[in-house]
């Protein structure tokens, strides 16, 4: 069983910057892929950025691309994401995922252990 554990989401104003963690307690995070994703209030969780095992990897879904970066630590089992400029439109609820595969995935059917979010919030 693989836990996540997300930390660094807040309060923010918009143009501002997030890092947010991710620990994992896996003895095969150097062989499982990583994403993020979001769930704003009222809609569905979304993708925002996935993170192959160990080739560098990465992909980002249109809204956050230039903004935020992923990348991860395989020494210490953590992945970042790095949130930069900031808008309103970020405010959501960001989980942590890991998939049994070492490939980028962009669906959550794609990840079988989920962190339990972290909440980020982006003032006007």
């Known amino acids: 069983q693989v836990q996540l554990v997300e930390s660094g989401g807040g309060l923010v104003q918009a143009g501002g910057s997030l890092r947010l963690s991710c620990a994992a307690s896996s003895r095969t995070f150097g062989w499982n892929a990583m994403g993020w994703f979001r769930q704003a209030p009222g809609k569905e969780r979304e993708f925002v950025a996935t993170?192959?095992?160990?080739?560098?990897?990465?992909y980002y879904t249109d809204s956050v691309k230039g903004r935020f970066t992923i990348s991860r630590d395989n020494s210490n089992n953590t992945v970042y994401l790095q949130m930069n400029s900031l808008k309103p439109e970020d405010t959501a609820v960001y989980y942590c995922?890991?998939?049994?595969?070492?490939?980028?995935?962009?669906?959550?059917?794609?990840?079988?252990?989920w962190g339990q979010g972290t909440q980020v919030t982006v003032s006007p």
């Open positions: 993170i192959s095992a160990s080739n560098g990897d990465t």
């Open positions: 995922a890991s998939r049994r595969a070492p490939y980028i995935g962009i669906s959550d059917r794609d990840y079988e252990y």
